[in-house]
């Protein structure tokens, strides 16, 4: 198994702060890496105990699962496509926006 970072008492800094970290640590780091760094330092950050964290990430294998990022992208072309599959808010806050537009013209 490969070895995580070690959390800390600063797991809920911003997400670039400790992306940054662990760049200055090795600039070639991969992202399934660093996704899988930022995962388990946030399970042990909200209770959960550090070596069943280390047993939950230790079974995401990328080249098996799903890229987390490849699910976004295809939401967001979806949502692209079929304004419907927007949440209710988008699209009250897209009809407002092109309200907002209609007026100012």
Request: charged share 30%; proline share 7%; hydrophobic share 30%.
């Amino acid at each position: 198994m490969k070895q995580f970072q070690t959390p800390n008492d600063k797991a809920n800094k911003p997400v670039k702060d400790r992306v940054a970290k662990m760049l200055e640590s090795n600039p070639l780091k991969p992202d399934d890496q660093i996704i899988k760094n930022i995962w388990y330092q946030d399970l042990v950050h909200i209770g959960c105990d550090p070596e069943i964290a280390k047993n939950i990430i230790g079974h995401l294998d990328f080249d098996q699962l799903t890229n987390p990022e490849t699910i976004r992208r295809t939401r967001q072309k979806l949502q692209q496509e079929n304004p419907k599959r927007y949440g209710v808010n988008t699209v009250r806050r897209v009809k407002g926006e092109q309200v907002r537009q209609t007026i100012n013209q």
